[in-house]
Structure formats: C-alpha cells, structure tokens
C-alpha cells in the first residue's frame, strides 16, 4: 500500500450537497437511520455468501453472517455491525466519500425541483448511508474485507461537513461496524425497546439474523438474540404468511413508507421450479418519474436463497419497472453472470411468468377492486401504455386494462375501457374513434368532434404524450380499427355523402378564393364534414403527425419535415359568407389567414408568426 496510514479528505462536492440536503431538511422518519444501515449490512452479507460460493475460504470457517446492533449508553453511540463482505480502503473511499453509484447524482437532480429531502428519497437513491448523519454527528466505520489480511482494516471517521479521515487499522474480524455518536438531542435511539421495536418495524424481514445483547431485568446477561423474523418470507408456504408480513416485507424491500397497492406471491413447481412475490406499489417511484434512464432496479433474482443480483431489466419488461419484488428459482446455476442471464432460456420463461402474474395482478384489480385500480391507472397507466408497442405477445391483454376519458365518459375522468367503447358501438359503426391533444380541454373543445357529437358517435379523448404514439402500434381492438377524428374520410352514409357533394359544388367559388389567399402557406382547402358550429379545423392525411405533437417534439429540438396542413371550412360560418362577400383583397385575406390559424391553434400546433396574427386579429376586430 502507498497511501499514508492516515489521511484527511474532502467530500465530492457532490456527496456534500447530498449530506447538507439530508441532514437539514429530514425532520420526519429520522429512525430511517437504522434501517438504511441495516440494509447496507444485509447488502454485504449478501455479497459475502454470492463471492463465497466460488471462494469458501473467504468465511474462513464462519459462515453464519449476521447484524448485530449494540448500543452504549455511556457513550451515547449506536454500533451496527456485520460480519459481510466489508470493503477496502478503496472501496470505503469509492462508496462512501465519492459518487458511489447514479444514486447521489439523481438525488440531487430530484431535490432540484420543489421536492422536500424526505425518507422516501433516500432509501431509493442509494444514498442511504448518508442518514445515519441525520441523528449523528460524528460517524466512525472500522471495516476490513473477507479477503484482505488483518492488517489492513480501514477506519473511516467523518463530522458530514465536508471531510473525513482515513486511516488503517488492525482489524481481526472481518465485515463493518458503523458506529453512530448521536446528537445531543436524539438520546430517545440509546433504549433498547426502541431499536428492538424499530427493528421489528422496518427491517424484521431481513433475511439474516439481526441480533441485539440480550437483558434480563435491564441487565446485559453477556449474549446476543435474534429480534427479527430472519427467514426467507417469500420461501415459506403462503398460509403462513399474513397480510402484514407481506406489507413489512415490501416496505423493506422497496424503501418504501407506504404499503403496497397489491402483490401475487407463486410457487411453480416442474421441470423447472421457481417462486415470484411481486409487488405494485402505491405510487410512482422517483426513478420511473425521471423516465427511468438509469439502471432499473427493485426485483431481486435469489437462487435457491442466495442473493444473486438486482435482475430488473432480465426479469421484467421496460413498461412493467414500477414491479418491486422477488425471484428465486431452484435450477439456475449459481455462478451466473449478467451476460448469461441475458440468453438464458430458462430466464426467459421465468420473464413471461412474471409478466403473466403481473397483468393477472392488474387484471383482478381492475374486475374486483375498482378503488385500487383507479390508483394504480392514475400510477401506471401511462407506464402500461408503453406495453402496446414493447409486448406485442401481450397487446390484447394491455389493451383491456388501458382506461380513457371519452366523450360519453365523466369528465376528465379516465375510465373509460375499450371494451366498454365497443360494447355501446351502434350498428354499422365499424372503427374506434379517438383524437389526441395536448390536454384533457384541448381534446374536448376540438372543432373536429361536432360531427361526432351531432351524430352521437363516441369518441376517446386521449391527451397524454403517448397516447398518439400508442395508437400507432396498437391499430385495431377486438377487430375494430382505431380512427383519428381528425385523419382522413369520415364515416358517413349516402345521404351525407351527397350533401357534401353538394356543398363542396356550391362553395367552389369560396374555396378557390380561400386558395389563393392563403397561397402556399396550405396544402389543400376543402368543406368540411367534421364542422357543425366552427368556421374551420384542420385535417391530417393518415400519415401526418398531430400538430401538438410535432409542436412537442420541435420543441424538443427534432427537425420534423414541413408539412402543409388541408384547412377544412364550415361553408355555412357567417365568417365564411363574409370572406365570399369581402371585396377588399387585404381584408379577405386577413380573414382567410385568421381562419387558418384558428384551426392551427385548436389543433394544438404552434403559430409561425405569433406578432402576426396578433396584429392580423387586431385589424379585423377594429375593423368590425
Ligand atoms: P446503496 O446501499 O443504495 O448502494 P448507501 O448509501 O446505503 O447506498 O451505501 C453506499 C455504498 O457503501 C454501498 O453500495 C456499499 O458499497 C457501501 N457500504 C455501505 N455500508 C456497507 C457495509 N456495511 N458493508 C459493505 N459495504 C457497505
Ligand atoms: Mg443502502
């Protein structure tokens, strides 16, 4: 070794932003402490026994990892302690003093907005360590891997406020003890009915023993109990486990305050054996808020009770990454690696069973617990949505569980199914009819619904970003093929049809005029058959993007071709009379631009000379 025995270093500026926001703004669960820690020892037991497999020699002869939490009232310090993998001085120097891993950068990223440090976020963000400075003010790690000799233990020592000290020590037992010298106000930790009850509370299904000294009449008798559950829950039979016992499990597993919304807990015994507990949650976890571009995780693969790794992206799809839970499967070889796991046949049956439990999760909400899957559609609808175009084995099945706001729906409320769409599809009706905007207010004041309305036909109101997108991929339902309202022909009958031939016949002379005022800022005008009250839209070709989304996507910066929209007129629009009647050629044709931009701002795209139109409706209007 090179390094001085001893040395003082800074933080990462970023690890000491992540420690004043922790430490100053976490009033409510400071206990979180203690469970964060707890599962940092439980982490490295489990990397223990997983290297072990290769390497027994690294147990040297103690293969009974546990977590032991000690307390000295004398001192005023907490001690948890586990006799786990442990760390070098490298790695306490990587894990603890710089960016471990994403987590703190996307700490930082979510605190940036309005959100409040709370516990919620540190346990998901892997900056868990970092609370024990929450209650503490004065932090001391020893720690020594299981493969390094004894000389070369590590005492880390750090205040939180921007440095700590690192120096080597003797240290003969392998693993980490973290102790925690309190804050003078936070002597409420130093009992030990609390820690106890704290353990019970937030980490009781920790798979491996946590152990505290054993008291008779408050005295210590000299040895350590178990305290928490320590078992596999998800091993054990189903009649065994309660209601609470799959609750705690789940709140220790995701870091999560709030109970989960529902889980599917499966045995599959055969030629290949396996056991699923998966969980949804409540709400959305940060990390899916952020558009998930890190690393996904919350579902852990256990091979005949070894951990083996976080295996989200293995085990689940892309749109189902709001699942936490467990895996553990019989038949897996252990010493598997990511890259194996990756064209594993046996893992892929394994993802399909997942899969299926999930949406059969879903699927009972939905029929048997219409409060819960309101929840979970306002959670994860959108997330689910993306199934139509990633699962196309499952697109049927998705496509049942997706919920919209509609015409003949309540509101704003998504609720309506397709099933319930086609289920009041009158006679004759044979598409799905469905307009995207940009809002719920957008999408239900369109111009292009009257003929809809007038008619009584039913249309989906869909106004999230991927809804347009979704439609694309999913086509037809049950048969029926989804229609834009504001795309190509409409579904009229023949007498309908002849009266806009009609029309068109009559409005010639109109819609030549509107041509040549407009000039080439259009591609086409011709009489609506969508309009009953408004004086004109827009209409799209089938392979014409909605102009709210082209407007999003420029925004965001993608050059989309230019496309000429073809303005649609209600010929019967006083406004339309009046354009016909206007002599003047300024004044005509500010109207005819008018009418052109009123379509575009209904339709959601975005004017190309804002200052224009403005000045062109104030001409008009003094005008009137
Ligand atoms: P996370 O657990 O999500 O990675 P933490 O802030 O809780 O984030 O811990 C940071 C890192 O410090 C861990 O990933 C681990 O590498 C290391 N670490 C913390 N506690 C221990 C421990 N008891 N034994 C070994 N390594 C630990
Ligand atoms: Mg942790």
Redesign the pocket.
């Known amino acids: 070794m090179n390094a001085p025995a001893t040395e003082t270093r800074k933080f990462e500026a970023e690890v000491a932003q992540v420690l004043h926001l922790v430490t100053h703004s976490l009033y409510s669960h400071k206990e979180i402490f203690l469970r964060?820690l707890i599962?940092?020892?439980s982490?490295?037991c489990d990397k223990l026994r997983f290297e072990s497999l290769g390497k027994p020699e690294l147990l040297g002869g103690d293969g009974e990892l546990h977590i032991d939490v000690s307390w000295d009232e004398a001192a005023r310090t907490i001690t948890v302690r586990?006799n786990?993998?442990?760390?070098t001085r490298d790695?306490v120097v990587a894990?603890?003093g710089t960016i471990?891993?994403s987590?703190t950068r996307r700490f930082l990223e979510a605190m940036s907005g309005e959100q409040k440090a709370d516990a919620r976020l540190i346990g998901q963000f892997?900056?868990?360590?970092?609370s024990a400075f929450v209650v503490a003010d004065k932090v001391t790690v020893l720690?020594r891997r299981a493969d390094a000799p004894a000389g070369e233990g590590v005492k880390w020592e750090s205040d939180g406020k921007g440095e700590y000290v690192l120096e080597q020590v003797e240290q003969t037992e392998r693993?980490?003890a973290?102790i925690l010298h309190l804050k003078a106000d936070e002597d409420e930790f130093l009992k030990a009915w609390q820690l106890k009850s704290l353990i019970r509370k937030y980490s009781d299904h920790v798979a491996f023993p946590i152990r505290m000294p054993k008291e008779e009449d408050g005295k210590p008798t000299g040895e350590w109990e178990t305290v928490n559950d320590a078992s596999a829950l998800w091993a054990k039979p189903k009649s065994e486990i309660s209601d609470a016992d799959y609750i705690g499990f789940y709140k220790s597993l995701g870091h999560d305050f709030n109970d989960p919304l529902a889980w599917t807990h499966n045995r599959v015994e055969g030629s290949q054996s396996f056991t699923t507990l998966l969980y949804i949650p409540e709400q959305p976890p940060f990390d899916l808020m952020m558009g998930g571009r890190d690393e996904r995780k919350g579902l852990k693969l256990y091979i005949k009770r070894v951990f083996i790794m976080d295996a989200a992206e293995e085990l689940l799809p892309n749109y189902l990454r709001f699942v936490r839970g467990v895996v553990d499967a019989d038949d897996l070889p252990l010493n598997v690696s990511r890259e194996i796991l990756q064209h594993n046949r046996q893992l892929e049956r394994i993802k399909a069973a997942c899969v299926k439990r999930v949406l059969d999760l879903i699927e009972k909400l939905a029929k048997d617990e219409p409060e819960k899957f309101a929840t979970f559609c306002k959670a994860f609808g959108n997330t689910l949505k993306e199934g139509i175009s990633e699962d196309a084995s499952n697109r049927e099945r998705i496509a049942k569980l997706l919920r919209f706001a509609s015409t003949k729906g309540d509101g704003a409320k998504q609720t309506v199914s397709l099933d319930d769409y086609v289920g009041r599809m009158a006679v004759g009706q044979d598409a799905i009819w469905y307009i995207t905007a940009d809002s719920y207010a957008a999408a239900a004041g369109s111009p292009q619904l009257e003929a809809f309305r007038a008619k009584g036909i039913e249309v989906l109101l869909m106004f999230d970003r991927i809804d347009e997108w979704m439609v694309g991929y999913l086509g037809e339902y049950e048969g029926k093929k989804l229609r834009n309202v504001a795309k190509g022909e409409l579904p009229l009958d023949e007498a309908d049809k002849q009266k806009q031939e009609e029309a068109t016949k009559q409005a010639e002379p109109l819609l030549k005029k509107l041509k040549e005022l407009l000039g080439d800022r259009v591609g086409d005008v011709k009489v609506s058959a969508r309009l009953t009250d408004s004086p004109s839209c827009l209409a799209l070709s089938d392979y014409e993007m909605a102009p709210h989304l082209a407007r999003l996507l420029r925004e965001a910066g993608q050059e989309l071709p230019e496309s000429k929209p073809t303005l649609e007129i209600n010929p019967q629009h006083t406004l339309l009379k009046r354009v016909e009647a206007e002599s003047d050629a300024t004044k005509a044709k500010d109207l005819a631009t008018l009418l052109l931009e009123q379509a575009e701002i209904a339709a959601g795209a975005q004017l190309a000379d804002p200052a224009a139109f403005v000045q062109r409706m104030n001409r008009v209007l003094l005008d009137a």
């Open positions: 964060e599962s940092n020892a982490d490295a586990d786990g993998i442990g760390m790695e894990n603890i471990a891993s987590g892997g900056v868990g360590f970092y720690t693993g980490t973290v």
